[in-house]
């Protein structure tokens, strides 16, 4: 199965300024998720980033707040602009498993806990 | 879109004890189920399961689906307080798309 390295691994931010999160896949895949845990919630898809074209968002999920760029087939960011407390979660990005024992399960970065004040 | 529902919410238990999760969904296009685990950010993959009535095993913990009734379990046995997580149960959609439910929180007592 994928690797995933993701960082910042946690970042405490002040409000109104955006934060980059980074994932370094070791090796290609077609499309990597984004998702977002808040607070005592499960994970809720933010968008899926496909190489060489936009990203493709979830309802209540809008690009100006959370611009995605997948520049090859190993990397992709997601910013969390503009950053109010209601952003503070935990922020995952994921790649459809490919080998035999994952299937169709995601792999998933170790994740970026993140907390405006 | 499907909805994932995951019973109870949370539990404490003691060592040695046998726990189990369950899981209910909806099937407007399913493909799979899967099970994590997930301790601090990042969830960890334990069971994918496609057919009914097969269980899948891996050390204490066991998952069986049955997809007439739309419903997952998820086995602990002896119970270590190293199992303490949230286990997320998720439904696989055609499509790539993956809707996760809330997540019971399991908490073992030494």
């Known amino acids: 199965s994928a690797v995933i390295s993701q960082k910042p691994s946690r970042d405490i931010c002040q409000r109104g300024t955006s934060l980059t999160i980074q994932c370094q896949v070791d090796?290609?895949?077609?499309?990597m998720f984004w998702y977002r845990q808040q607070p005592g919630q499960s994970l809720t898809l933010i968008a899926t980033?496909?190489?060489?074209?936009?990203?493709?968002?979830e309802s209540g999920f809008v690009i100006d707040k959370f611009p995605i760029s997948r520049p090859n087939l190993t990397f992709s960011t997601l910013t969390v602009s503009n950053m109010s407390p209601e952003d503070s979660s935990i922020y995952l990005c994921?790649?459809?498993?490919?080998?035999?024992?994952?299937?169709?399960?995601?792999?998933f970065g170790s994740g970026t806990r993140l907390t405006v004040v | 879109e499907d909805k994932v529902v995951q019973s109870p919410l949370s539990l404490v238990v003691h060592e040695g004890d046998t726990v189990t999760l369950n899981c209910s969904y909806e099937v407007t296009n399913f493909r799979s189920l899967l099970w994590y685990k997930q301790e601090k950010k990042a969830p960890t993959f334990l069971f994918m399961l496609t057919s009914s009535g097969i269980e899948k095993k891996s050390g204490r913990l066991s998952s069986i689906l049955d997809k007439k009734e739309l419903f997952s379990i998820l086995n602990i046995t002896a119970t270590q307080t190293g199992d303490s997580a949230i286990y997320l149960c998720a439904e696989a959609l055609y499509g790539q798309n993956f809707v996760f439910g809330p997540g019971t929180r399991l908490s073992v007592l030494p």
């Open positions: 994921s790649v459809e498993g490919t080998g035999e024992r994952d299937g169709y399960g995601y792999t």
């Open positions: 980033a496909n190489q060489g074209s936009e990203a493709t968002y």
């Open positions: 090796s290609q895949v077609t499309m």
